[in-house]
């Protein structure tokens, strides 16, 4: 079973982000690779592990989301597959998913994984998208994953539960946080991951036009939220928990 | 007139549902012309409460196909309605199927696709908010389909205009190339006590409480409150301390209480979305640059686990 991954490169979401125009600046934040990706990345090792096949990450960015790509490969995954290109710079929900979609179909596959959404966008439209793309259903939120028989079986996470759902493949797949724990790279996987196979493609390798890359959302404004009213902080010095019983109290809520 | 449509989600208990109702209202006041699409068991009937609520039309189905299978369906049946009746904008709440359905429409229909809105200015112009609600991003939506935007809850308090809709049967044949994942079985935990969306006071706990049996720390406290409940953030519920239910935020619930008392929480972004616009915040934290200070009306710099006992006392004294 050969599978992709989808993979995307945020700026560290544990340090404060900067924005220039209303967009993030990918340029001088600490960058990771989404860690809402590496549960998708380990999904996918454990299904090969256990049925063979290969995992091909494949990811859209400017050139240095290839560090995003090598971190899973060193994580396991066999190859890579990164689409760069100027012309994509402010790209969309959509054009991202035209891309990605394009990616997958030129890699080839039998499943495609990806997080639920990104931890720096939170947009969560392009696995559905992709899907649509290529043609293909979505088994989207699964807490938990396997293939049996050629069929996905999914745990779909719901606002009061969850519910299984059966899916024939080929199939996208987006799965929780939480789905599995991530596993670290080895320094044996950071050594091999150097020497494994990475396709760089522009749009026109994948058959697309400028127009195909073109956003149809653009910034109109920035502007900052009226800001909460400055509230009282304190160190507790034994005292805290009677001034928030009476602010409790004040509300009228006890 | 602009055509606003509100693709509606219909099971009358779900936070969908109530969404729907939102931006329902929502549309009403922008002035266009309002209808809802609403598929499913239970259609016919969720568009009469759609109808109070602003929609003028509401094409309706209760074929249970939509309901058995994830987003192929819906996508194929509101691609449909779209290719006849051209809307401007089509407006869904952010849950998790309605956002499926978005994400198959906007590559059918070269429909640009908005999510986390938190309010529509006009029928080409979105409105989200980042970084935890810091800053308000104004989006300019453009192409050739229907701009589809992704609501989050309560944006907008659901108020009844006391119309009625015209209630306009689907009845659309679905490909078996669009019945692909399939619900085979639901399942779902009872829930106890008042559910978060309706609390009027929520005592919620992060990674600082440092052990899931420290959550009953903070169920002792709730138990005082009248209308409370526990909640969570999204690295307590992904470690397994408790379950998905009590999540709060970005991919949990959205929550409004009079007042939330963050315990042990640090602030991230994820969290912040889903509760900063309680009426007023109270924060526990030990680190006193945790990001939570910056939305508290009062901040307890101090540590949650001696706090919070010595504060379920001084409730129940002030109870007396």
């Known amino acids: ?254 | 007139m602009a055509k606003i449509w509100v693709y509606g989600e219909t099971a009358p208990d779900s936070t969908g549902f109530k969404t729907t109702l939102e931006i329902l209202t929502r549309a009403r006041a922008l002035g266009g012309d309002v209808s809802a699409v609403a598929l499913g068991p239970g259609s016919t009937e969720a568009a009469k409460a759609f109808g109070e609520h602003g929609a003028a039309t509401v094409y309706a189905s209760d074929d249970a196909v939509y309901g058995e299978y994830i987003a192929g369906p819906a996508a194929h049946a509101l691609t449909t309605l779209i290719s006849e009746h051209t809307p401007d904008i089509i407006l869904f709440p952010m849950t998790y199927d309605a956002r499926d359905v978005a994400a198959r429409v906007s590559a059918k229909t070269n429909s640009t696709v908005l999510s986390n809105a938190v309010d529509v200015l006009d029928e080409q112009t979105g409105q989200t908010a980042i970084f935890g609600g810091a800053q308000i991003v104004k989006v300019a939506l453009e192409g050739t389909g229907p701009k589809l935007v992704l609501i989050r809850p309560k944006s907008f308090e659901a108020e009844p205009s006391g119309g009625t809709a015209n209630v306009v049967p689907v009845n659309i044949e679905i490909p078996d190339a669009a019945k692909g994942a399939k619900r085979t079985q639901k399942h779902e935990v009872e829930a106890t006590g008042p559910n978060l969306e309706e609390a009027s006071v929520i005592v919620s706990g992060g990674r600082g409480l440092q052990q899931p049996e420290n959550f009953k720390l903070l169920e002792e406290l709730a138990a005082l409150i009248p209308n409370s409940a526990v909640g969570a953030t999204r690295a307590v519920v992904d470690a397994g301390w408790v379950p998905y239910a009590m999540q709060i935020g970005q991919t949990g619930k959205t929550v409004k209480p009079k007042v939330y008392i963050a315990v042990g929480i640090s602030g991230a972004t994820q969290h912040i979305v889903g509760m900063k616009s309680s009426d007023r915040i109270i924060a526990i934290n030990k680190d006193a640059e945790a990001p939570i200070f910056q939305l508290a009306d009062l901040g307890v710099v101090g540590d949650a686990l001696k706090v919070v006992p010595k504060l379920t006392e001084e409730v129940k004294a002030r109870k007396g």
């Open chain 1, 1 to 254: 079973m050969n599978i992709c991954v989808c993979v995307k490169q945020i700026p560290d979401p544990n340090n404060p982000y900067e924005l220039s125009n209303g967009r993030l600046r990918r340029d001088v934040a600490q960058n990771v690779l989404d860690p809402g990706d590496e549960f998708g990345v380990e999904a996918a090792l454990q299904l090969v592990e256990a049925q063979g096949g290969e995992v091909t990450v494949v990811s859209m960015g400017p050139d240095k989301a290839m560090d995003a790509i090598r971190r899973a490969l060193s994580m396991g995954a066999h190859k890579g597959v990164l689409v760069t290109d100027d012309a994509l710079a402010g790209a969309d929900a959509l054009v991202t998913a035209r891309v990605l979609a394009a990616a997958i179909k030129h890699a080839g596959f039998d499943l495609v994984i990806a997080g639920v959404e990104s931890t720096d966008g939170y947009t969560g439209t392009v696995p559905g998208t992709v899907a649509e793309l290529l043609g293909v259903p979505q088994a989207t939120f699964a807490k938990h994953l396997e293939v049996k028989d050629g069929t996905l079986h999914v745990q779909r996470q719901t606002e009061k539960g969850y519910d299984d759902v059966e899916c024939p493949l080929p199939a996208v797949v987006t799965v929780t946080a939480g789905v599995n724990e991530p596993r670290y790279p080895t320094f044996k996987g950071i050594m091999q991951a150097k020497s494994k196979p990475v396709e760089t493609l522009k749009l026109s390798d994948l058959g697309l036009s400028a127009d195909d890359a073109k956003a149809t959302q653009t910034i109109a404004e920035v502007t900052p939220a009226p800001p909460r009213g400055a509230g009282e902080k304190f160190e507790d010095d034994g005292s805290g928990a009677a001034k928030v019983a009476d602010f409790l109290k004040e509300a009228k809520v006890i």
